[in-house]
């Protein structure tokens, strides 16, 4: 089985309800479908989610990678050989998601090809993962009744609060309120996305001492080292790298230097094998991971069920898998199901997802068709 054919199809689709964070604001989503054909017929599909207020990467670098360099390494290759595709598209350095993306298309084909849903490829330690619901930057009334809302409708009870802002009151009360309102049962942690010095990290970590908050992901940017290994050494919850960690060596750069306590995995940037590296190294040293969010489609978000369902330890904290629901549609066919705060790993071969060609055709940017 080789692959002959490497498309990638650019798309927008409205965000129904943006979501706004310290370091950047999406309002629609610019992201890319990779798919790639194989002589066989099989065809591997993932999504690739450019942040250029995270990584650099845009929509157009995207497809212009694809259709370049990585085409050059794709075809031609089978896609059993992991391996050696991976060090031939590692001879381009960065573009974390666009990498993400063809390593979980990939092992759709893979999955597909054998008959089996990834998920059980990969580790096949449960089928099910609780979800977190993301929380971005809005009057506290109004995140106080999403978060009211998403557990009464999904039952979700984990809740990412996008913090970051001045002046510090803001989202100290902002914590406050959503404790107050949840009640002590739901797991709360804060994103800050660098918004803040490591001084005033600290300074927030007092004044919400006592919330009963579990995690604390990117309080400063973690290039400021020693603000940040003082943080780090003060603070009493794991903190969390995300945007400073988006490949193994960086992740292991930050845990052994003291930037970092936990991480934070995205499939949309180390896609499942780099996934499979961190997950490891974070087991090992007994550190927690959070299956993160990239601001992710359904179909992102379904590679992230099927890579926290594969194994113990990355299925222990809820996964940050409802942010679709922000997007006024998809391109999915079948769409994701949260219920009882839970999602179901797909059954289906491969990753498990299935494009609706209509909505393809409806939010692809290209001209083309299919
Ligand atoms: C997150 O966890 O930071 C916001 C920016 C980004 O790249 O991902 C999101 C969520
Ligand atoms: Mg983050």
Same mark, same amino acid.
């Given at each position: 089985?080789?692959?002959?054919?490497?498309?990638?199809?650019?798309?927008?689709?409205?965000?129904?309800?943006? %979501?706004?964070?310290?370091?950047?604001?999406?309002?629609?989503?610019?992201?890319?479908?990779?798919?790639?054909?194989?002589?066989?017929?099989?065809?591997?599909?993932?999504?690739?989610?450019?942040?250029?207020?995270?990584?650099?990467?845009?929509?157009?670098?995207?497809? #212009?990678?694809?259709?370049?360099?990585?085409?050059?390494? %794709?075809?031609?290759?089978?896609?059993?050989?992991?391996?050696?595709?991976? /060090?031939?598209?590692?001879?381009?350095?960065?573009?974390?998601?666009?990498?993400?993306?063809?390593?979980?298309? %990939?092992?759709?084909?893979?999955?597909?090809?054998?008959?089996?849903? @990834?998920?059980?490829?990969?580790?096949?330690?449960?089928?099910?993962?609780?979800?977190?619901?993301?929380?971005?930057?809005?009057?506290?009334?109004?995140?106080?009744?999403?978060?009211?809302?998403?557990?009464? @409708?999904?039952?979700?009870? #984990?809740?990412?609060?996008? &913090?970051?802002?001045?002046?510090?009151?803001?989202?100290?009360?902002?914590?406050?309120?959503?404790?107050?309102? %949840?009640?002590?049962?739901?797991?709360?942690?804060?994103?800050?996305?660098?918004?803040?010095?490591?001084?005033?990290?600290?300074? &927030?970590?007092?004044?919400?001492?006592?919330?009963? =908050?579990?995690?604390?992901?990117?309080?400063?940017?973690?290039?400021?080292?020693?603000?940040?290994?003082?943080?780090?050494?003060?603070?009493?919850?794991?903190?969390?790298?995300?945007?400073?960690?988006?490949?193994?060596?960086?992740?292991?750069?930050?845990?052994?230097?003291?930037?970092?306590? /936990?991480?934070?995995?995205?499939?949309?940037?180390?896609?499942?094998?780099?996934?499979?590296? @961190?997950?490891?190294?974070?087991?090992?040293?007994?550190?927690?991971?959070?299956?993160?969010?990239?601001?992710?489609?359904?179909?992102?978000?379904?590679?992230?069920? &099927?890579?926290?369902?594969?194994?113990?330890?990355?299925?222990?904290?809820?996964?940050?898998?409802?942010?679709?629901?922000?997007?006024?549609?998809?391109?999915?066919?079948?769409?994701?199901?949260?219920?009882?705060?839970? @999602?179901?790993?797909?059954?289906?071969?491969?990753?498990?997802?299935?494009?609706?060609?209509?909505? =393809? #055709?409806?939010?692809?940017?290209?001209?083309?068709?299919?």
């Amino acid at each position: 089985m080789i692959i002959e054919r490497v498309e990638a199809i650019p798309y927008r689709i409205p965000m129904r309800k943006p %979501l706004h964070f310290a370091s950047g604001a999406v309002h629609h989503m610019d992201n890319v479908l990779v798919r790639l054909t194989t002589d066989t017929g099989i065809v591997g599909v993932a999504d690739i989610p450019p942040r250029p207020y995270t990584y650099g990467e845009t929509q157009a670098g995207v497809v #212009a990678l694809l259709e370049g360099l990585f085409s050059d390494a %794709l075809m031609g290759a089978d896609p059993l050989d992991r391996g050696r595709i991976h /060090a031939a598209l590692n001879r381009t350095v960065g573009n974390f998601a666009t990498r993400g993306g063809v390593d979980v298309a %990939l092992w759709d084909i893979i999955g597909i090809s054998l008959d089996t849903p @990834v998920h059980r490829l990969l580790g096949g330690f449960t089928d099910s993962v609780r979800v977190s619901h993301m929380l971005g930057f809005a009057p506290v009334d109004e995140m106080v009744e999403e978060a009211l809302r998403y557990r009464e @409708v999904y039952g979700i009870t #984990a809740f990412k609060i996008k &913090v970051g802002r001045y002046p510090l009151s803001l989202d100290i009360d902002l914590c406050r309120a959503l404790r107050e309102a %949840l009640g002590t049962e739901a797991e709360l942690y804060l994103d800050a996305n660098r918004g803040w010095t490591a001084a005033d990290a600290v300074r &927030v970590l007092d004044a919400t001492d006592g919330l009963g =908050l579990t995690f604390f992901e990117e309080p400063n940017d973690a290039k400021e080292v020693l603000g940040r290994r003082r943080l780090v050494q003060l603070s009493r919850i794991p903190i969390v790298a995300d945007e400073s960690a988006p490949s193994l060596g960086d992740a292991a750069r930050e845990v052994q230097t003291g930037g970092a306590t /936990a991480l934070s995995i995205k499939t949309a940037r180390t896609g499942f094998t780099e996934s499979q590296k @961190v997950l490891a190294y974070a087991e090992a040293l007994g550190l927690e991971v959070i299956m993160g969010n990239q601001i992710d489609t359904q179909i992102g978000s379904t590679a992230t069920v &099927v890579f926290g369902a594969a194994f113990a330890h990355s299925s222990r904290n809820p996964a940050e898998l409802s942010n679709f629901l922000d997007m006024a549609d998809d391109l999915i066919a079948e769409p994701i199901e949260i219920s009882d705060g839970s @999602v179901l790993a797909p059954r289906v071969p491969g990753v498990g997802v299935r494009i609706d060609p209509e909505k =393809l #055709a409806r939010y692809r940017v290209d001209g083309k068709k299919d």
